[in-house]
């Protein structure tokens, strides 16, 4: 039998149906005739399963392996965002350090000018304090008011 053909086509150019058909035409025992049919019957179900059974591998075969590049497709979008993500947290982790950075200088240098404006006030305190003085006693004779 040849695999080029399957089920009724193989079975209407095979040479051995043509024998098993031109049997049962010749078979004069009705009980010979009926299990050359049955068997007959048998033979042409079991080729259509055959058929079907090779159609739904190939079929199988096939959504398998489209199902195959589907996963593969999602995984390589779920790493794709798996690896933005890391990226937007590098960043974001970048911006805060920056950010802490800038901000511990702003409040170094506030602290800083902070401590040289009390400085000054209090030189100025000083001063004033001192101008009072030189005014109460001028040419060292005490002024009164």
Request: proline share 2%; glycine share 6%; aromatic share 6%.
């Amino acid at each position: 039998m040849s695999d080029q053909y399957s089920g009724p086509e193989r079975r209407a150019r095979d040479p051995i149906q043509e024998q098993i058909e031109q049997l049962i035409m010749s078979a004069t025992d009705p009980k010979d005739k009926a299990f050359l049919l049955i068997l007959n019957k048998i033979a042409d179900n079991l080729d259509e399963n055959t058929t079907l059974t090779r159609t739904l591998t190939e079929d199988l075969k096939s959504h398998t392996e489209a199902f195959a590049q589907h996963e593969k497709d999602e995984m390589a979008l779920i790493n794709q965002g798996r690896g933005f993500w890391r990226a937007a947290l590098g960043a974001m982790f970048l911006v805060q350090g920056l950010g802490v950075w800038w901000i511990q200088g702003h409040l170094a240098e506030t602290a800083e000018t902070a401590s040289k404006v009390a400085h000054l006030q209090i030189q100025m305190a000083e001063h004033k304090e001192h101008h009072k003085q030189e005014e109460r006693y001028r040419d060292g004779v005490k002024v009164t008011q």
